[in-house]
């Protein structure tokens, strides 16, 4: 998270044999000031709101939106292209073998035209479900980044509690061992 070793270590101040905390690191305290730029401006977006009451994948779809998921899931299966093929190699097939007497003779442009037809209309239908669907999935993105940035604030909310709470111990265990090397100067001095 950006805390270095050194911020966790403590220095004895030169006079009073005291520890005092160690400073942060130039790399820290540009990391903290960019955190802290970061939430400063999220604050003034309208933060998004993660618990929804009704969730964007429950809300009723157009039928627009349907009939453009129904044709992408048709057309985008095995089963589709299978059908598909069988049906245009049965229309060359029963057209080479008719010969002269085909409805649709070998430039077979009316099957070139039906195929242009279906990619006509395919393609958007194919695109409106892709947008949709990319949609749902920057919403879900934007939502895991939000959930994201409260997770990182509150693991350097944990840290700081964690460097504080270093820092105090560190003191008071100071604090005892100076205080005992005082009972041991003066009883040392009561023995000589």
């Given at each position: 998270?950006?805390?270095?070793?050194?911020?966790?270590?403590?220095?004895?101040?030169?006079?009073?044999?005291?520890?005092?905390?160690?400073?942060?690191?130039?790399?820290?305290?540009?990391?903290?000031?960019?955190?802290?730029?970061?939430?400063r401006?999220?604050?003034?977006?309208?933060?998004l709101?993660?618990?929804?009451?009704v969730?964007q994948e429950?809300?009723?779809l157009?039928?627009?939106?349907?009939?453009?998921?129904a044709?992408a899931?048709?057309?985008g299966?095995?089963?589709f292209?299978?059908?598909?093929?069988?049906?245009?190699?049965?229309?060359?097939?029963?057209?080479?073998?008719f010969?002269a007497?085909?409805?649709?003779?070998?430039?077979?442009?009316?099957?070139?035209?039906?195929?242009?037809?279906q990619?006509?209309?395919?393609?958007?239908?194919?695109?409106m479900?892709?947008?949709?669907?990319?949609?749902l999935?920057?919403?879900?993105?934007?939502?895991?980044?939000?959930i994201?940035?409260?997770?990182?604030?509150?693991?350097e909310?944990?840290?700081?509690?964690?460097d504080?709470?270093?820092?105090?111990?560190?003191?008071?265990?100071?604090?005892?061992?100076?205080?005992?090397?005082?009972?041991?100067?003066?009883?040392?001095?009561?023995?000589?």
């Amino acid at each position: 998270m950006g805390l270095s070793i050194c911020s966790l270590s403590t220095r004895m101040h030169p006079t009073t044999s005291t520890p005092t905390p160690a400073a942060p690191s130039p790399v820290d305290q540009v990391l903290r000031a960019h955190r802290r730029a970061h939430r400063r401006s999220r604050a003034k977006v309208a933060p998004l709101v993660l618990t929804d009451a009704v969730p964007q994948e429950a809300l009723p779809l157009t039928r627009g939106q349907r009939m453009a998921d129904a044709v992408a899931s048709t057309i985008g299966s095995w089963r589709f292209i299978l059908i598909q093929s069988t049906a245009i190699v049965f229309w060359i097939g029963s057209n080479v073998w008719f010969g002269a007497n085909s409805w649709d003779p070998y430039p077979f442009i009316l099957l070139n035209l039906l195929l242009s037809f279906q990619a006509a209309y395919t393609a958007p239908a194919i695109m409106m479900s892709q947008n949709r669907q990319s949609e749902l999935d920057r919403r879900h993105a934007q939502n895991d980044y939000e959930i994201n940035v409260k997770a990182e604030l509150e693991i350097e909310l944990l840290h700081e509690k964690i460097d504080i709470l270093k820092e105090r111990e560190l003191l008071a265990l100071t604090e005892a061992v100076r205080h005992l090397s005082l009972q041991l100067e003066a009883l040392s001095q009561k023995v000589h």
